[in-house]
């Protein structure tokens, strides 16, 4: 290989990396490993030139644009120094740019976007001449917040608007007639564009390719374009990044050799076990393996105290587990381990005569299971007293697959625990009769009954009957994000009586959702439509009915 110019800051990230002076997991050290060997190929050029100009100007003429580091001179890390001078310095025999496209896998607040203005602001000012730019990212908002963190940088070393400034087409520089601009899921007339350079935001979002496509179909025409996807791990399954992933983990095991693959730059910062997240500490470092600029930027005490989150919650662990440590999480996974809820701990209804409770229905489909519970407590008494009956009609016991899936309906309905309703569909008013019989053998008092949308209109007509109380409890994460962590927590400190068989097998066939702001929500597994989950979405819209009135039903009991 020639090598006309380095500036060595490739090479000495990468001796770093193996004698530990730099913490990194095993597939950035294969990248890099890569990038030595090639250095030594007679199929590539390195030269610094290009990337030195750029490391020149963030440093010197850039600041920084978040607190508490506003407005001081951005100094580039080792390994921002490495990625830059990868990808700008590697060319083919003919000079032009090596790699077009790079895929930047880094977890949150380890400086993600401030390097993305860097590096389309630079572009802007020093790139060269009568360039488009583009800021992108799966929808508006995300695109809007890139644009707008470039802008804030560009307003610190220009603030009167000599040289540049910003109007409703975008970001402009006059003098070199260079633009930048957003695109996202809801722009316009995404085809036709003329781009030279776009980095592209938080792909882990993206549930198929079509910004990504776009950007590639308007830089067929460029000599050296750049297309940078810099993300953290998500949680949209068999989504873009997933993809994406699979693409550039089989470059950098050597297993795709083509133009397009030589082309392609995987920066991958992960760790090599989830192991490694728990034993993670200050003095053993592994947590830098997806987290570099931890200690300097992203500090400890906000990373243990993360972890420490996800010891105790699903929903915590999924979302530190993704966006803090780079970890694929997904909802084939369970949402509870099996000692959280197989436990057995019973109560006598008898002890609850005449007491003030609160109920829930998961009204599924009407040929389907449901589930009703009501919540009782004793004063003084943090534990949850919670007694349910199923429902299923008669027609699903005959052509049913469930019992492959562990389903006991006979057992459980001779014991008690099930109402077998005679036909093909399930009369929910029934549902409502269970409530109003607790009331009439036992003198229970329903003062607030949760319910889900589907299929309740009968049911809430009857309940009205009975002059019951109900109110929706929407299935979203963001409303039932709380009660799912209380659940989990009484689970765990066995604080729920009455966790019966029925139960038990819900809590393990139930799965957790998590979306791209740490919600969770329950569902099924992936592919295992057999499994119920009832059980456990009523316990859900139970404690959430519980969180809504617990001052005023604890007052009362």
Request: glycine share 6%; with cysteine; hydrophobic share 40%.
């Amino acid at each position: 290989m020639t090598i006309i110019h380095t500036n060595g800051f490739l090479e000495q990230y990468y001796e770093d990396c193996r004698n530990g002076t730099h913490v990194v997991g095993a597939e950035l050290l294969m990248g890099l490993e890569r990038l030595m060997e090639d250095m030594t190929s007679d199929d590539y050029i390195y030269d610094t030139t290009e990337a030195d100009r750029r490391i020149h100007f963030i440093e010197n003429c850039l600041c920084l644009t978040k607190s508490p580091f506003y407005g001081k001179p951005m100094i580039l890390m080792d390994f921002q120094k490495a990625f830059i001078s990868a990808l700008y310095s590697f060319k083919m025999l003919d000079g032009v740019d090596r790699f077009q496209r790079a895929l930047f896998l880094i977890a949150r607040k380890n400086g993600k976007s401030e390097l993305c203005s860097a590096l389309l602001l630079t572009e802007m000012l020093i790139g060269g001449k009568g360039l488009d730019i583009v800021a992108s990212s799966n929808d508006d908002n995300q695109a809007s917040i890139l644009t707008d963190a470039v802008d804030t940088m560009r307003q610190i070393i220009d603030p009167e608007n000599k040289h540049t400034w910003r109007n409703q087409r975008g970001i402009l520089c006059e003098k070199l007639k260079n633009k930048i601009f957003k695109l996202s899921d809801r722009t316009r007339n995404k085809e036709g564009r003329n781009i030279d350079i776009a980095v592209v935001d938080e792909v882990h979002e993206m549930k198929d390719n079509v910004i990504i496509k776009s950007i590639e179909q308007s830089q067929s025409l460029k000599i050296s374009p750049k297309l940078i996807l810099i993300t953290t791990e998500g949680f949209v399954n068999d989504g873009f990044l997933d993809k994406e992933l699979v693409r550039a983990r089989a470059i950098l095991r050597d297993e795709i050799d083509d133009l397009a693959s030589r082309r392609y730059l995987p920066w991958l910062y992960t760790q090599d076990s989830e192991r490694e997240v728990w034993e993670g500490n200050r003095a053993n470092r592994l947590w830098m393996k997806s987290n570099p600029t931890l200690g300097k930027v992203k500090q400890y005490s906000y990373l243990e105290q993360q972890v420490d989150l996800a010891r105790q919650s699903k929903a915590d662990r999924s979302f530190v587990m993704s966006k803090d440590f780079n970890i694929k999480q997904s909802n084939a996974e369970a949402w509870l381990m099996l000692e959280d809820f197989n436990y057995i701990e019973t109560f006598d209804i008898e002890d609850f005569r005449n007491a003030l409770c609160l109920g829930a229905v998961d009204i599924a489909e009407t040929t389907d299971l449901s589930c009703a519970k009501v919540l009782l407590m004793k004063p003084g008494d943090p534990k949850k007293y919670v007694f349910t009956k199923y429902f299923i009609p008669e027609g699903k016991l005959e052509r049913s697959n469930d019992v492959t899936a562990g389903a006991k309906y006979l057992e459980w309905a001779n014991a008690g625990m099930m109402k077998i309703c005679p036909g093909n569909y399930l009369d929910v008013t029934i549902i409502a009769d269970w409530f109003a019989s607790l009331y009439k053998d036992y003198g229970l008092r329903l003062y607030k009954c949760g319910y889900d949308v589907k299929f309740a209109t009968e049911f809430l007509t009857r309940m009205d009957q009975y002059g019951f109380d109900t109110e929706m409890v929407y299935q979203s994460p963001e409303i039932m994000n709380n009660p799912i962590k209380m659940v989990e927590a009484d689970l765990k400190s066995r604080h729920i009586i009455g966790n019966n068989e029925i139960d038990r097998w819900c809590f393990g066939n139930a799965s957790l959702k998590i979306d791209s702001r740490g919600n969770g929500l329950v569902v099924k597994i992936d592919g295992q439509i057999a499994k119920k989950i009832d059980g456990a979405v009523t316990t859900c819209i139970l404690y959430e009915i519980f969180r809504r009135y617990r001052t005023e039903f604890t007052e009362n009991v």
